[in-house]
């Protein structure tokens, strides 16, 4: 992830709902969340859901696609992982014990990727 993508991603989640959407999603797993569930865990309406998402979408940190009738959305854990990646590069300087908490909260996640769209 570079500085202009950083800065996208970090405007993007700068909003509640927004970043509450992303810590939804995040929970979710890979498989995600229809939008109508995102909406109703959210409390908001489809237009303004659809304007965080397409936010979100944007800037690279949720995904969505067809299921059906419904659209799902999941996080882009990628991203999510390249952004926390950029923020701490040349961490610590030479003063690993800083990091490591940070390092060990990353380890703990291990989300499986999704299945590749058929």
């Not at 995904?63 to 923020?87: E, H, N, P, W």
């Amino acid at each position: 992830m570079d500085e202009t993508q950083a800065l996208d991603a970090l405007g993007a989640l700068a909003q509640e709902t927004r970043l509450r959407i992303v810590r939804l999603l995040v929970t979710a797993g890979p498989d995600g969340m229809a939008a109508g569930a995102i909406g109703e865990a959210m409390g908001a309406t489809s237009s303004r859901l659809s304007f965080h998402l397409t936010h979100l979408e944007a800037a690279g940190l949720v995904q969505s696609r067809r299921d059906g009738r419904s659209i799902r959305y999941s996080a882009v854990y990628d991203a999510l992982s390249g952004l926390i990646a950029f923020l701490m590069r040349d961490c610590c300087q030479g003063h690993p014990e800083v990091c490591t908490p940070a390092v060990a909260a990353l380890s703990a996640c291990a989300c499986p990727s999704p299945e590749p769209a058929a």
